[in-house]
Structure formats: C-alpha cells, structure tokens
C-alpha cells in the first residue's frame, strides 16, 4: 500500500502546502545533499523572462535536442495561449520540461513521460514556486500510464501537449490517440520530427532520426487545423507540427 494513502485526500491537500515548504527549505539548507549549484541555476532560471536565454540554460543544464528557430517559434504561441496544465510525452534530458516550466509563466502543473525521465530530481527542484512538476516513468502507449497521467492532473483539462517520445508510426499514433482526449478545446498539441530525416528521403545515414512521424503527421494534417515550424524544409529530421483542437 502506497504509505501516502494512509491519510485521507482531503487531509493531504491540506498538509501539502507546508509539507513541500518544509522540503524545499530542507533541501535549500546547509546540511542538504542538493547539488549547491543547482541553486544558483534555478535563481537565474527564476529571474529569466527571455525566451532565448532560457533556451540556452536549457541546453546547458539539461540537454535538448531542438532548433532554436522552430522551439522559440513554439514558445511564442505558447506565451499566447498561457496554458496551466502542460504534458509532455518523451522528456529525455529534461531540456524542454525546464523550458515549458521557466518561459511559460502561466504553468502551474506539468507531467513529464518518459521510459526514465532524466534529471527528474532536477526538474521538481527548478520548479517555481506554485508549480508542480511530476516525473513519470515508464512506457507512455498503456492505459496504465495514462491513468498515471490523470492522477496527476487531478481532473484539470491540459492545455497544451508535447509528444516527442517514441518516434514508429504507431508509437507517435499511439501516444497521440491516449493523450489527445485530454485536450481541452482552444488547446495546442505540439508534435516534434514532422520533418523525415535523410536516411528516409535519400538513403543517406547521418545519424539523425526522426523515424516515421512524418507519416502520422500527414494524417493530422489532413484532419486538423494545423500549422509547420520548420526552419529549412531541406533540413535532416526536426520540425514541429502545432495542432490547433477547436
Ligand atoms: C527524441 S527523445 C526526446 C527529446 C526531447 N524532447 C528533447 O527535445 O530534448 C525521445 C524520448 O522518448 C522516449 N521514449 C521512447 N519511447 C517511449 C515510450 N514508449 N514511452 C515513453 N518514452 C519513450 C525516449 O526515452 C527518449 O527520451
């Protein structure tokens, strides 16, 4: 049995406040394992408003694997929409969850998916404060992760989806079909490598993979309101698709 479900939600609603004070000030304090340097990166990350700054903590810190053109691109209409609720499906490094919590002011709740969600202890300790990061472990394409998912959102609609996890036909249409209901209308779904990568189109391995989200991405364009940001049509792989849920 799970030690928090030994007290009743309601209670735990009301403890939360001054429990996750009593961490974080446990974890800012002397005697605290909590990398010293993380504290001066999640300062500058807190007193950041710009975009492209962001961007570059973002890269240094975590790690992320995008075109700056494309993801600032992303950001822009992001800061339009504010969403509150935010997930994203494929964290890696953590680069873009660290992006979506520090230039999106409007976030409070973010959940981030991955088979190992790297840099997760990282992650919540950045947060700002009224947000909440959630790491989640494991295969996003079950019912059992979903349900994860919606533990977490703790019935609150989302705003804005990420999917830059497995890369197949039928992983990206899976983790689109799971996760896309959970989209209020209004709201944005963001895919990445919309663009087929080198190898596809021309047989030549660069090592860039962008697998075959290509081929999902022509059938939501076909039924959605959408929208490319690409930086080169030429280019190998990347590329985000937006769609539009009205
Ligand atoms: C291309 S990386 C994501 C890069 C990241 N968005 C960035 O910009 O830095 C794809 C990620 O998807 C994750 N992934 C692949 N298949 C998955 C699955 N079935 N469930 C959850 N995560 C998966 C991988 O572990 C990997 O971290």
Known sequence: MNPKHLLPASLREVLRPSYQRAVRTWRESRWSPTPREWLAGRASAWANTSPEALLEQAGTEFGITQ????ILGLLAKLRVLQPKTIV???THKGGNSFLFCHALSSAERI???DLCVQNAAKLIHYARPQQRYFALHGDS???QMKARVEQRLAGRVVDFLFIDGDHSYAGVKADFELYAPLVRRG???ALHDIVADHRTRFG???G???GEVYQYWAELKARYRNEEL??????DGFGIGVVYVD
């Open 67 to 70: 075109v700056p053109f494309e």
């Open 187 to 189: 709201g944005i779904i």
């Open 141 to 143: 394409q079950t019912t």
């Open 230 to 235: 690409v930086r080169d049509p030429e280019q």
């Open 204 to 206: 030549r391995d660069t």
């Open 111 to 113: 959940v981030g998916v």
């Open 88 to 90: 994203e499906v494929g």
């Open 208 to 210: 860039c993979y962008a």
